[in-house]
């Protein structure tokens, strides 16, 4: 298939096709652009783009080129709302979560449910990347005084979702006492009510509750 044809899939937003082309054909086109240049900035009737689908394939190596070389849009959002941090969150891609923040994502991003990055890490487990998310934000802002740490680590750890839940509330539902006592330490409200008037506690297995009851008085 031509350059010309290549770059013709790119601008219809023919996503699958285009990313398939680019594993077998890497030349330039006629204007001295290979159509990596063109794909990188399309999308489909979903609003996805080559970058999602390369990080929801597993496809690390396509989504660091396209996010390193070809400077992808690393802020586009799908029709459900979801952004490439989201999908890295949930599917453990630690590296390419830290090259997206390096490019600019915003940790703060919430899908149409209200769910965030870190919401996202905290249900499927990824605790590196949860960390990663919170850690970035204190660097990327240069606070130089607690106070003021305290108060980011509250803002992106305390995000709800429609719901009104926090990370920490998915964290006590799961009963996952290594991720609760992480956001905790991050600076997590532990007396944060969802729209059901439930605090993470409410939520939380018996035993995980004990457990967390025992870490605050310990405090």
């Not at 290549?6 to 937003?13: E, I, K, L, P, Q």
């Not at 106070?147 to 980011?152: A, D, H, P, S």
């Not at 926090?166 to 956001?183: D, K, R």
């Not at 532990?190 to 018996?206: E, F, Y």
Request: glycine residues 6%.
């Amino acid at each position: 298939m031509s350059d010309l044809a290549v770059c013709r899939f790119a601008y219809d937003g023919f996503v699958t096709a285009v990313l398939k082309i680019l594993e077998s054909d890497g030349e330039k086109s006629f204007a001295g652009r290979n159509p990596l240049h063109w794909a990188a900035y399309c999308k489909d009737q979903s609003n996805w783009t080559p970058l999602m689908i390369a990080i929801s394939a597993g496809r690390g190596n396509v989504a660091s080129y396209l996010i390193e070389q070809e400077h992808a849009d690393v802020n586009v959002i799908n029709s459900t709302g979801q952004c490439c941090l989201h999908y890295c969150a949930s599917k453990n891609r630690l590296q390419l979560v830290k090259q997206l923040l390096n490019a600019g994502a915003k940790p703060d991003v919430k899908d149409w449910g209200g769910v965030t990055p870190l919401h996202r890490a905290i249900a499927t487990e990824n605790l590196d990347i949860a960390k990663h998310l919170l850690d970035h934000t204190i660097t990327e802002n240069d606070v130089g005084n607690e106070e003021g740490c305290n108060k980011l680590f509250s803002t992106l750890v305390d995000l709800t979702d429609k719901q009104g839940q926090t990370p920490l509330h998915y964290a006590c539902e799961e009963g996952n006492f290594q991720a609760a006592t992480l956001l905790m330490n991050y600076g997590a409200s532990i007396n944060h009510k969802d729209t059901d008037g439930r605090t993470p506690i409410d939520v939380a297995p018996d035993h995980l509750r004990m457990n967390l009851l025992k870490l605050l008085k310990a405090k």
